[in-house]
């Protein structure tokens, strides 16, 4: 969804103004009030992206989006600005990791061996996506636990036992 929302919010942002970009801006931004076609626009053609398969509901949805909008130039306007924002979002987006093949092996500790439909991010290989906003990923990873035989490890089991009962 952060595809989808990201060029949602350069879309809008590309009409009305006021904030930085996230990402990427249009060539051609019109005058006029045409940020709801220009969101509905984003959002569909991101979503037809990543979805191919639910084309025929994502059309059947655009449409009715779209004819709760007063049909003039503001609508054309807005929808080519969201159309041009998701494309150029998405290709934007080309080789950044996402689908990446990770496979699954499970670790040899207790605690580092979750079932991979435990974990989606891992199955889909998120983590090995080119991050939307952060430069370096890693400097926002959690130290790792503390060791089985530590005293921190057994005064945090201890805590633990004690608030569960």
Not at 3 to 16: G, K, L, P, Q, R
């Amino acid at each position: 969804m952060a595809y989808m929302h990201i060029a949602i919010y350069d879309a809008v942002n590309a009409i009305e103004g006021g904030y930085k970009v996230f990402a990427v801006s249009p060539s051609n931004i019109p005058p006029g009030e045409s940020q709801r076609p220009a969101t509905v626009a984003a959002a569909y053609r991101t979503l037809r992206y990543l979805y191919p398969a639910q084309r025929a509901y994502l059309d059947a949805q655009y449409a009715a989006s779209l004819a709760t909008i007063p049909d003039g130039q503001a609508k054309l306007d807005g929808i080519a600005v969201g159309d041009e924002v998701a494309a150029l979002f998405l290709t934007s987006r080309v080789g950044d990791g996402k689908g990446a093949n990770v496979p699954y092996t499970p670790g040899s500790v207790p605690a580092h061996g979750y079932p991979p439909h435990r974990h989606r991010l891992l199955q889909f290989g998120f983590s090995q996506m080119r991050p939307f906003a952060m430069k370096v990923h890693h400097s926002f990873r959690p130290e790792p636990p503390p060791r089985l035989d530590s005293d921190e490890w057994a005064n945090d089991y201890n805590e633990v036992k004690r608030m569960a009962l």
